[in-house]
C-alpha cells in the first residue's frame, strides 16, 4: 500500500500492481521522498498503480533532518484528505521537503512563496521549517490562523497580549502569564522564529491546532525526537 501526495489531484492511496522480475526492481525504487510521474487507474478510494516514472532521485536525508522529513510525510498523510483536490499542498509539501534537504551536503536553497532563498545551518531553521509548514497547511485545510489581527479584524498590537479561542482567533486579554505577547504574534506572522519565546509559543499553538485533526492517535514520528 502506498500514500502519494498527487499534484493537482490530492492524497491518494495507491496499490501497486507489479509481477515476476519487475516487480522487485519496481518496488525498491518506490522510496520515500521521491519525485514520481505516475499513470494509475480506479474509481474509488482505492488506486491502482499501473506503471510510473522517477522524475528525480530520492532525497537522502541524515540523522535529524530524516527524522523531521519523516515527521513532513506523516503530518501530511494523517491530516490532508484522500481524493480531495487541494490547489497549492503539493508545491507547499515538496518546497518544504527541499528546504529542509538544503541543510545537508547539497547546498541546495530554494524560493518558498513570495520569500527570498533560504539556507537552513541550524536546529533553530529547522524548526523554522516545521513550523511554517504546519501553519501553511493548516490555512489550506481552511483551519489557518491570522498572526497579524485578532479575532475583530484589528491589528496586532505589539506591546498588546491575546489568548486564542478556537474557530475564533485571537482576543485581547489581560492575563499576561496565559498569553501570547502581540511581539510573538507579529514574529510568527513575519516568519522570524528568532527568539526562543517565538519557538515555544509557535510550537505549542501548533500543536495545539493540529489535535482535533490528529485526535488521540499520536505521531509515531515525534517519537523519534525523544532522548533515548
Not at 92 to 118: E, R, T
Not at 178 to 205: C, E, P
Request: proline share 5%; glycine share 8%; charged share 25%.
Amino acid at each position: 500500500m502506498l500514500n502519494m501526495l498527487v499534484e493537482g489531484v490530492g492524497q491518494l492511496s495507491m496499490l501497486a500492481r507489479f509481477k515476476g522480475k519487475r516487480a522487485v526492481k519496481q518496488n525498491a525504487a518506490l522510496q520515500p521522498f521521491t519525485c514520481l510521474l505516475v499513470r494509475y487507474a480506479g474509481k474509488y478510494d482505492l488506486k491502482y498503480l499501473n506503471d510510473f516514472e522517477i522524475q528525480s532521485p530520492p532525497l537522502m536525508f541524515k540523522g535529524t533532518h530524516l527524522y523531521c522529513a519523516f515527521y513532513l510525510n506523516e503530518l501530511s498523510h494523517r491530516i490532508i484528505p484522500i481524493n480531495e483536490p487541494l490547489d497549492h499542498v503539493f508545491c507547499l509539501y515538496q518546497d518544504h521537503l527541499k528546504l529542509l534537504y538544503s541543510d545537508g551536503d547539497n547546498g541546495l536553497a530554494i524560493k518558498v512563496n513570495s520569500q527570498q532563498p533560504k539556507k537552513p545551518n541550524n536546529s533553530e531553521q529547522i524548526e523554522e521549517i516545521l513550523r511554517t509548514y504546519e501553519f501553511k497547511l493548516l490555512y489550506e485545510l481552511g483551519v489557518g490562523v491570522e498572526f497579524d489581527y485578532d479575532a475583530f479584524g484589528t491589528p496586532i498590537d505589539e506591546g498588546s497580549y491575546y489568548q486564542f479561542v478556537r474557530e475564533v482567533g485571537f482576543c485581547p486579554s489581560e492575563d499576561i502569564h496565559r498569553s501570547f505577547s502581540g511581539k510573538t504574534l507579529l514574529a510568527i506572522a513575519h516568519g522570524d522564529y528568532g527568539s526562543v519565546v517565538s519557538r515555544r509559543q509557535a510550537k505549542a499553538l501548533s500543536r495545539y491546532l493540529l489535535k482535533p485533526l490528529l485526535g488521540n492517535k499520536p505521531l509515531k514520528s515525534r517519537e523519534l525526537f525523544q532522548p533515548r
